[in-house]
């Protein structure tokens, strides 16, 4: 079976310019996360959510930040405009019900900021 | 909310010496455990999971952790490292029961010296 899927794996762009991170989950899974992962903070989380609602996006650190769950197979994480602070990796995770929250991570998306 | 500390943040051992990695939580309720591991450049990957029954759990590469209810640990432990053992641990618990939604440690990094 595919694992979590992301894309791009490498962004560089310069700041102010739109990112937009994409994940694709494992097929029956109901819940997916996003992860950022920096050297100051360690891995945060942004948003979660179940059955493709957002439950929780106190993690989100401001307006800059949104992200969609449109169908159980697709997450898009936005970034606009985006910041040199911004750079990180983020990383989609998805889980199924009954697996008490084990989390498959995907291979991460590595955003530079310039 | 529950929290999730990891006392040693770098750790450097030589080839074939035992490893004791902690992972300390705080939560009044009972929980799901987790460690995953992080090699250099890749995602995390689950290393071993405890959600009830035995508290020593078994898992992958020779890991092992045991669950210690009354000092609410659960330490990570392998008899004797090998330099592809390298990579950064997290521990991650959450609320059994709940939303499932994981709180992380922010990592050991683990150096092993052939």
């Known amino acids: 079976d595919a694992g979590v899927i992301q894309s791009p794996r490498h962004e560089v762009t310069e700041m102010g310019q739109e990112v937009t991170l994409r994940c694709k989950p494992i097929?029956?899974?109901?819940?997916l996360f996003w992860y950022r992962q920096t050297m100051m903070r360690g891995l945060e989380l942004l948003i979660y959510?179940?059955?493709?609602?957002?439950?929780?996006d106190s993690g989100m650190p401001e307006d800059r930040f949104s992200a969609k769950m449109p169908n159980a197979s697709f997450s898009t994480l936005k970034i606009q405009p985006s910041e040199p602070r911004d750079s990180a990796v983020y990383f989609c995770?998805?889980?199924?019900?009954?697996?008490?929250?084990?989390?498959?991570f995907g291979e991460g998306s590595r955003l530079t900021v310039l | 909310a529950q929290s999730v500390s990891q006392h040693n943040h770098h750790v450097i051992l030589s080839e074939a010496a035992s490893l004791e990695l902690g992972c300390n939580y705080s939560?009044?309720?009972?929980?799901?455990l987790f460690w995953y591991v992080q090699y250099p450049g890749q995602h995390l990957q689950l290393l071993l999971k405890?959600?009830?029954?035995?508290?020593l759990v078994k898992g992958i590469k020779g890991f092992e952790a045991e669950f210690i209810k009354s000092k609410f640990s659960f330490n990570l432990r392998k008899p004797s490292v090998q330099w592809s053992d390298t990579a950064e641990y997290f521990c991650?618990?959450?609320?059994?029961?709940?939303?499932?939604?994981?709180?992380f440690g922010r990592g050991t990094s683990l150096i092993v010296h052939p």
């Open positions: 097929s029956g899974h109901n819940s």
């Open positions: 995770a998805s889980s199924y019900a009954s697996g008490f929250g084990e989390l498959f």
């Open positions: 939560y009044g309720g009972t929980v799901n």
């Open positions: 405890y959600f009830s029954g035995d508290p």
């Open positions: 991650a618990v959450n609320a059994a029961g709940g939303s499932y939604i994981p709180t």
């Open positions: 959510f179940n059955n493709n609602v957002p439950i929780d």
